[in-house]
């Protein structure tokens, strides 16, 4: 519900499975999450894979001074701190610094698959080593979304994203329109190995509006 909240709340240890739905904190979650961390590594079977949250149920809600520091890693829908966000969503003050990598689709700093709503990224960054996938569509903060996104104020600084197709430095892949300003990507690789690949967008089917903002 609206209510529901994790709020100073830590993971320092491995956190492990074969299975979906596996997260720093919590592998699904209907709460939203503020004034938290994992510095812990988190590792997945195959899909929702994030590092606090694997699934994110909670609606229109703001997450804020949340961060990752562990090696995230899975199948598809992996992200640095959200595998897969269901509904509308706003990060604020949220960091991640550690490797995220999927085998598979899907993969992103910060959101491996916004599902649905407007995606809202402020005073946010991903600064680990590397996001990557074996395969498609990987961005330095969100690997795909089916929702529109708004970013701003914030930054990717890393040395390399990588993946198949549709590859971007903020967004690998997106279908509803975006919305980017005052915000930079500093990337020593954005690499991929068929089409689609951007230093902030790889590939959009909608609307794009970047002010202040650069590759």
Do not use: C, M
């Not at 709340?9 to 499975?17: A, K, Q, Y």
């Not at 969503?89 to 991640?96: G, K, P, S, W, Y």
Request: net charge neutral; charged share 10%; proline share 1%.
């Amino acid at each position: 519900s609206g209510s529901s909240i994790i709020s100073r709340s830590s993971s320092s240890g491995l956190v492990t499975s074969n299975q979906n739905e596996v997260g720093g904190l919590v592998g699904r979650t209907y709460a939203k999450i503020t004034d938290s961390f994992s510095t812990g590594n988190v590792t997945g079977g195959y899909a929702y894979i994030g590092g606090l949250a694997g699934r994110n149920y909670s609606n229109d809600q703001t997450w804020e001074n949340v961060y990752t520091t562990g090696t995230i890693s899975g199948s598809e829908q992996v992200g640095g701190l959200i595998g897969r966000s269901e509904y509308a969503i706003r990060l604020n003050a949220a960091h991640v610094s550690g490797t995220v990598s999927g085998s598979w689709l899907w993969v992103g700093g910060l959101v491996g698959n916004q599902q649905s709503g407007t995606l809202t990224i402020n005073n946010s960054y991903f600064n680990g080593p590397s996001v990557t996938s074996s395969v498609h569509q990987v961005g330095g903060f969100v690997g795909t979304s089916n929702g529109s996104i708004s970013i701003a104020n914030s930054y990717v600084d890393t040395d390399r994203i990588q993946g198949g197709e549709r590859i971007g430095g903020f967004i690998g892949s997106t279908a509803q329109p975006v919305t980017i300003s005052n915000s930079y990507v500093k990337s020593g690789t954005i690499k991929g190995n068929s089409g689609w690949i951007g230093g902030l967008i790889g590939y959009s089917t909608s609307d794009i509006n970047i002010t202040n903002s650069y590759a």
